[in-house]
């Protein structure tokens, strides 16, 4: 069988995708399965790179270019990946990638694909309605105002009063689609509110402004189609107040505990609600659940994320590693969690068209 690797994509988080797309080529169980690279550039291009039987020495191998002398053969139409006996693993993260709009585009082609579909993908993208779905099952949230564009733009003093009246400095403001933390910031006053709203538009028409808490940050994997496993949570252990793009991607200050050392009463209701909210939310394949968790051991869900990191050292494949299933099985129970969701949806249009 062919695994159609999708990486790269139109984001932020272009670079890591690459780093993450290493990492699954080192681990795929060759034996049985060949690799077909399809690199995404920033700008959108579709690159037909090599078909892999072993695997390659080096990341090289990923940086596919299109433009150079001889390569323009390379580029293709993004329904060119359409092949018999093959699944696809979009390793995207961010918009363009992670939020449903690669996954209806496999959707259409009929291709099946790993992780999550394309509702539960669009619905995790957006904090705005993750926090209005995950608020139907009473899955607790730092407290939110949500406000358009429209809505600031026709009156911003009724916005500072509403978020002053509902929230306390410091806040976050955050654009609703978007990732890595771009274009989101800690507002401490009126002033950094206003220059915060003016940032975070500039990435999205939909932004959502939190109330600001001191607490640990605390993720939960999350591994299945109608049968959900979680693992225990992990701690990402920062010694910034923010972890903002830099600190993920470029100071590599971050450190993970895994498992984390928290309270187990606080473990177990992590768990919980990670299950609630992926099978609320729809969840296939994957996710990572991300929360906050106070010294009063309150704990607050933060994110869904349905395509995490995914390079051997993140903390996604870290916490099932440590649970038991190391990174080449975690692939190949992803393909297999695809290729059922895949059979599950087709079974449902059989039955309908009968
Ligand atoms: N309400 C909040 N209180 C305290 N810190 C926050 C809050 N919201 C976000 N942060 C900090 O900002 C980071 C990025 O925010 P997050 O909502 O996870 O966005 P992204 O989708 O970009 O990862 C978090 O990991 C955390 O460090
Ligand atoms: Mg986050």
């Not at 060949?34 to 072993?54: A, C, F, R, S």
């Not at 940086?63 to 990946?81: M, N, V």
């Not at 509403?162 to 403001?173: A, D, I, N, S």
Request: aromatic share 10%; net charge negative; hydrophobic share 40%.
């Amino acid at each position: 069988m062919k695994i159609i690797l999708l990486y790269g994509g139109q984001s932020a988080e272009h670079d890591v995708s690459i780093l993450s797309a290493f990492s699954v080529l080192s681990a795929v169980y060759y034996n049985y399965y060949q690799v077909q690279l399809v690199y995404i550039t920033k700008d959108g291009q579709w690159v037909k790179g090599p078909l892999l039987n072993e695997k390659p020495a080096s990341e090289e191998v990923l940086h596919l270019h299109w433009g150079s002398a001889g390569d323009t053969d390379k580029l293709i139409q993004p329904c060119q990946i359409k092949e018999e006996d093959a699944i696809v693993l979009p390793i995207l993260h961010g918009p363009n990638g992670e939020d449903g709009t690669i996954q209806g585009f496999l959707e259409t082609i009929d291709m099946p694909y790993i992780g999550a579909g394309v509702m539960t993908s669009a619905g995790c993208m957006d904090k705005i309605m993750t926090k209005y779905i995950l608020y139907a099952v009473d899955i607790p949230q730092v407290p939110y105002v949500p406000v358009l564009k429209s809505q600031w733009k026709e009156n911003p003093k009724k916005i500072f009063e509403q978020c002053e009246g509902t929230l306390l400095y410091p806040m976050f403001v955050k654009p609703a689609n978007m990732g890595s933390s771009v274009g989101i910031t800690k507002a401490h006053d009126r002033e950094e509110l206003q220059q915060a709203l003016v940032e975070a538009y500039r990435y999205d028409s939909r932004v959502v402004i939190e109330q600001s808490i001191e607490a640990r940050e605390i993720e939960v994997a999350i591994l299945g189609n109608e049968d959900v496993r979680t693992t225990l949570p992990g701690e990402i252990v920062k010694d910034v107040a923010f972890y903002d793009y830099n600190s993920k991607y470029i100071d590599n200050n971050i450190k993970m505990q895994i498992p984390a050392q928290i309270p187990e009463e606080a473990q177990a209701k992590a768990r919980e609600y990670a299950k609630i909210a992926y099978t609320t939310l729809g969840g296939s394949g994957l996710a990572r659940c991300d929360f906050f968790l106070t010294n009063k051991n309150e704990l607050f869900l933060n994110e869904v994320n349905t395509m995490p990191g995914f390079t051997q050292f993140s903390m996604y494949p870290s916490l099932w590693e440590k649970t038991g299933l190391p990174y080449g099985d975690l692939i190949e129970e992803l393909i297999q969690l695809g290729l059922n969701q895949y059979n599950q949806k087709k079974k449902f249009r059989i039955d309908v068209g009968e």
